[in-house]
Antibody
Framework: QVQLQESGPGLVKPSQTLSLTCTVS??????????WSWIRQPAGKGLEWIGR???????NYNPSLKSRVTISVDTSKNQFSLKLSSVTAADTAVYYC???????????WGQGTLVTVSS | EIVMTQSPATLSVSPGERATLSCRAS??????LAWYQQKPGQAPRLLIY???TRATGIPARFSGSGSGTEFTLTISSLQSEDFAVYYC????????FGQGTKLEIK
């Protein structure tokens, strides 16, 4: 059974770059026709898809965040990563990684990690 | 961007009763719709995809219906573990979520 786990700093200063890694266990990140996505959720609010990557390296990003987002994959480590640049307080949220079933639904999800943007 | 609107924002239902949650898309998404359940402090869990297909391990009391712009998630005979926030998500054009419906105990 595939499981995902986010890791990275819980506090980032404004204008800096947020960096998170998602480690996939219980299966190879390269197997199947899966994409791998990042999704975030500000406290008390709804969910926002950030972007996805295929193991070939092909990416898609939410147009509203595209200028600041980079997603990469390291198949040798069974990991994929998120970088979000020039962060502000509005980027404070719980960040989830998830398996993206052919750019459709998300299953399963990681437990999520809270990232706070503050000086 | 396709905007997903869920109603009501909060729904109060007694255990054992039926709950009906609605989701409306700003334009047709065909049957490209999923539903998730989220409990406090937990990640969302996939319940339904393709508007009406239950995900693996999801109890039969959860059912989804609809197509185009109007969708419904029905939970028959509510159990205590069903009280949570529910989100719809379209994947017809990129992927966007509704704002959620909180299902609370009456």
């Amino acid at each position: 059974q595939v499981q995902l786990q986010e890791s990275g700093p819980g506090l980032v200063k404004p204008s800096q770059t947020l960096s998170l890694t998602c480690t996939v266990s219980g299966g190879s990140i390269s197997s199947g026709s899966y994409y791998w996505s990042w999704i975030r959720q500000p406290a008390g609010k709804g969910l926002e898809w950030i972007g996805r990557i295929y193991t070939s390296g092909s990416t898609n990003y939410n147009p509203s965040l595209k200028s600041r987002v980079t997603i990469s994959v390291d198949t040798s480590k069974n990991q994929f990563s998120l970088k979000l640049s020039s962060v502000t307080a509005a980027d404070t949220a719980v960040y989830y990684c998830a398996r993206d079933f052919t750019r459709h639904w998300f299953d399963p999800w990681g437990q999520g990690t809270l990232v706070t943007v503050s000086s | 961007e396709i905007v997903m609107t869920q109603s009501p924002a909060t729904l109060s239902v007694s255990p054992g009763e039926r709950a009906t949650l609605s989701c409306r898309a700003s334009q047709s998404v065909s049957s490209n719709l999923a539903w998730y359940q989220q409990k406090p402090g937990q990640a969302p869990r996939l319940l339904i995809y393709g508007a009406s297909t239950r995900a693996t391990g999801i109890p039969a009391r959860f059912s989804g219906s609809g197509s185009g712009t109007e969708f419904t998630l029905t939970i028959s005979s509510l159990q205590s573990e069903d009280f949570a926030v529910y989100y719809c998500q379209q994947y017809n054009n990129w992927q966007t979520f509704g704002q959620g419906t909180k299902l609370e105990i009456k």
